[in-house]
């Protein structure tokens, strides 16, 4: 029962549905990475460098360099004052750790193990004679990073079905990798046209969208159909989250939105409506998505539901240089 309901002259807020998909939000991937910067400021004391934003989210970042991070693009950007760079999780170019050992920098590489997976696997069929077809959106860091694996001219992106229809890889043996944080649908399109192509091609061991992808998209639709409007939580450079609208509409839900966090959220949004539902991409805390809910409280009687698809219990390792508490200084400390 509304609160305001027995005040007199009170407005009596309208009932809303809240349905909050479940998982959302922090994947392993996203805490260690984040653990990586705390625990190296910690150790090292500040400032610790991060090359990137460590994961795409400005609270994320804004909360980190507060204590002590400082947020750089490239490794020229780092003075030569014996603090530690960090590598985001998004992964990087071979180039980069070689640049940071060739200037005897201390590094932590918080790279996803599901993006070194795909690193390691990329790799091996190039090694084994294979030119590889990475598909993934051009510019993002982590196809720059898996790119970057292997010389000039042995990975070829493509980005789309119509890529796949066109691309023309050179004569030989062939295999395809994948961003982690594609849209399952989407990949499985420009797979069925690659497919058809290049019947030889071999395919990653488990497939490189990572579990965290696919249990968020998972939970969006099997809400969508029941959602008048989704609110998804992340950064617009987001990838994963970005495709987390997406799946929203194309699963039916009439209207999905992404939202940073909940001042740039309008409640009105949801006037009229009867169920609204919420997800959150693998890089953004619960704290946003309880900003959100807020804000539906400043306008709605809010009845909230959870429909959960998936329990994740994975934990990825720390480098081990942070996992002691105190082994001293590194010298390079990639793992
Ligand atoms: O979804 P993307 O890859 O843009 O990255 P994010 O939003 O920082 O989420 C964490 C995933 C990092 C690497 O898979
Ligand atoms: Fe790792 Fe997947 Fe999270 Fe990316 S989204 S950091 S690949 S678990």
Redo the contacts with the bound molecule.
């Keep these: 029962m509304d609160q305001t309901a027995n005040i007199p002259g009170a407005a009596v807020k309208p009932i809303l549905k809240v349905l909050l998909a479940g998982p959302r939000g922090f994947?392993a991937?996203?805490d260690r990475a984040i653990k990586i910067v705390e625990l190296a400021i910690q150790r090292f004391g500040a400032p610790v460098y991060v090359r990137h934003?460590i994961?795409?989210?400005r609270f994320v970042v804004e909360g980190l360099e507060a204590k002590g991070a400082i947020f750089v693009e490239e490794l020229d950007e780092i003075p030569d004052d014996g603090q530690p760079v960090i590598f985001s999780?998004?992964g990087v170019p071979k180039s980069v750790p070689a640049a940071a050992q060739a200037r005897q920098m201390l590094f932590l590489d918080a790279t996803?193990p599901?993006?070194s997976k795909v690193h390691r696997e990329a790799e091996r069929h190039y090694s084994g004679g294979s030119h590889i077809l990475l598909i993934g959106h051009a510019g993002?860091p982590?196809v720059i990073g898996t790119m970057g694996q292997l010389p000039e001219g042995a990975v070829t992106l493509v980005e789309d079905a119509e890529q796949a229809a066109l691309v023309q890889p050179p004569e030989g043996p062939l295999a395809y990798a994948t961003?982690?944080?594609l849209s399952i649908d989407d990949t499985t399109a420009v797979l069925d046209v690659l497919r058809a192509r290049f019947p030889h091609m071999s395919a990653p061991v488990k497939g490189d969208i990572?579990y965290a992808t696919t249990n968020r998209q998972a939970a969006v639709k099997a809400i969508a159909a029941q959602c008048d409007l989704i609110v998804v939580v992340?950064?617009p450079?987001?990838?994963?989250?970005v495709r987390l609208r997406e799946v929203a509409e194309r699963a039916g839900c009439p209207r999905a939105v992404l939202v940073q966090r909940g001042r740039d959220f309008d409640p009105a949004m949801a006037d009229g409506l009867g169920t609204v539902g919420i997800s959150a991409?693998?890089?953004a805390p619960e704290v946003l998505v309880e900003e959100v809910v807020e804000r539906l409280r400043e306008r709605f009687d809010v009845r909230i539901e959870n429909l959960i698809v998936a329990e994740e219990t994975v934990i990825f390792n720390l480098p081990r240089p942070l996992r002691t508490p105190s082994a001293g200084r590194p010298v390079a400390a990639a793992e």
């Design positions: 994947c991937g996203v934003e994961v795409h989210n999780a998004h996803c599901l993006v993002h982590e961003q982690t944080t990572c992340g950064a450079n987001s990838s994963n989250s991409g693998a890089s």
